[in-house]
């Protein structure tokens, strides 16, 4: 999924070679992971703007309905999926949840109501549940917090890949209408499923739960990374007690209640909650904003081309991404790394409903889709500054549960105001406040960093 981390002088030859290690055997393995699980979140979008909303009879507010109730099953289970990983250990749940929100997904491909829809994307989030948060946790388990930005960068580019080479996928697979008798996005369902089935039993012999028990890495290796781990988990919650320990002792229900009780995890849920609600305005309903140039500008667009322009604005994003989060690794992240894609785009996405073509319109959406795509993997290197296993089972998790309260209201709320006001303009100028509400939060963070001396290197906003 991307470049290797750069490799710098200080760093010996063991540090470098179990980090390569990684990099190569499990980073790219979850990263496609997190591909298919975005693809199948997402796939409802391409099927609601070719055909589906007209075979099932969906208004604006239906399908932005269908779309979120994903995320209230996802909710419900999310910190409860994420606290069994930590019991039962990556390996096992993740590869479970992918085998469960495979078979899922895969009877979309029947559905034949409005609330057999619903019921399917409900399903869906409660499957998946877990999921992300997971595979956050899963990759900064496994190696030390000055790695950890770049390989969440390098995993985190499989969100913006995902519509760069899902689009014209899925646009692809709607193109076989007819195939087994079936509807073209009927068709894009049964075929989008299976690889999350696949991989799921695949990752289930593949992952391994901690260094220790990798044999790909030389004994020096992985005792070298389980030294690091150890050490800088015992520097953030005052003990070095192993993980298998601290869930024997009375640690992990300390841990658990200090997370739900930090206002630190309750202004990073906000910040998210911001940049989810962008996320997934644009993924649910940029199909839907480029089916209606044809009606606002006079032009004319296949299946494919609309594929083709839905995937336009992601690949500059996974540019960026890259970009930024090296810069976030080489400089150490700072608030600036947060906040200003932020500013930039709470400030790009309204700006886009007044240009004058299509093309324009496009452009100023790759702008707000490479900002918020900037942050995300930088923002999600700082609940692991001050939490440690539970606690950082808990406090990921509850982030991450904002967000999807975010991606539900996103994608009613948009659909709801678009039958209102029928056009975008309230929706997005929502999406664009919304934002800048985050960068508000993430700058008063770092300001109440710099007073306690909590978090002195993210208090920073220059080096």
Avoid at 4 to 32: C, D, M, N, Y
Avoid at 350 to 361: C, D, K, Q, W
Wanted: with cysteine; net charge neutral; hydrophobic share 50%.
């Amino acid at each position: 999924m991307g470049a290797l981390p750069s490799l710098e002088a200080g760093q010996s030859a063991v540090e470098k070679s179990a980090i390569r290690k990684f990099t190569v055997r499990i980073v790219p393995f979850v990263a496609l992971m997190f591909f298919v699980n975005y693809l199948d979140r997402t796939a409802v979008s391409f099927a609601e703007s070719n055909g589906m909303s007209q075979d099932l009879g969906l208004t604006a507010a239906q399908y932005g309905f269908a779309s979120g109730v994903f995320f209230i099953g996802y909710i419900i289970l999310e910190v409860p999926s994420n606290m069994a990983l930590h019991r039962f250990g990556a390996r096992r749940w993740l590869a479970r949840i992918m085998v469960t929100w495979g078979i899922v997904s895969l009877l979309f491909t029947w559905v034949q109501s409005t609330e057999q829809l619903y019921w399917l994307r409900f399903l869906l989030g409660v499957a998946e549940a877990g999921f992300f948060p997971g595979a956050i946790l899963f990759l900064s388990q496994w190696v030390p917090q000055r790695h950890r930005t770049k390989v969440l960068g390098l995993f985190y580019l499989a969100q913006p890949l995902t519509t760069v080479f899902g689009a014209p996928l899925a646009g692809w697979l709607i193109s076989h209408h007819g195939l087994f008798g079936l509807e073209g996005w009927r068709v894009m369902f049964l075929f989008v499923s299976l690889p999350a089935i696949v991989l799921g039993l695949i990752g289930w012999f593949y992952l391994k739960d901690k260094p220790a028990d990798a044999g790909w890495l030389t004994r020096e290796e992985a005792d070298w990374l389980t030294r690091e781990l150890e050490a800088e988990n015992a520097e953030k919650t005052g003990h070095d007690e192993a993980p298998e320990r601290a869930r024997k002792s009375g640690h992990g229900k300390a841990d658990l209640i200090a997370a739900f009780t930090n206002p630190r995890v309750w202004i990073l849920s906000v910040v998210y909650f911001g940049f989810v609600y962008g996320l997934y305005a644009l993924a649910f309903f940029l199909p839907t904003i480029i089916s209606g140039f044809e009606d606002q500008f006079g032009t004319s667009f296949s299946v494919m081309d609309k594929a083709w322009i839905t995937a336009i604005p992601y690949l500059p994003a996974a540019i960026v991404l890259y970009f930024w989060s090296r810069d976030a690794t080489r400089r150490g992240t700072r608030t600036w790394h947060v906040a200003v894609p932020a500013v930039v785009g709470g400030v790009s996405i309204p700006v886009a409903l007044y240009m004058n073509s299509p093309t324009a319109t496009v452009a100023v959406i790759t702008v707000t889709a490479c900002a918020i795509f900037a942050a995300l993997p930088v923002f999600w290197a700082v609940p692991s500054r001050f939490l440690t296993g539970a606690a950082a089972a808990a406090g990921i998790a509850l982030i991450n549960t904002m967000g999807n309260v975010a991606g539900f209201a996103a994608s009613y709320v948009t659909g709801w105001l678009h039958d209102w006001t029928g056009a975008y303009y309230v929706p997005l100028f929502l999406v664009g406040a919304l934002m800048l509400v985050s960068a508000a939060l993430m700058i008063a963070l770092a300001s109440r960093g710099r007073r306690t001396g909590t978090d002195p290197e993210l208090a920073e906003v220059s080096k």
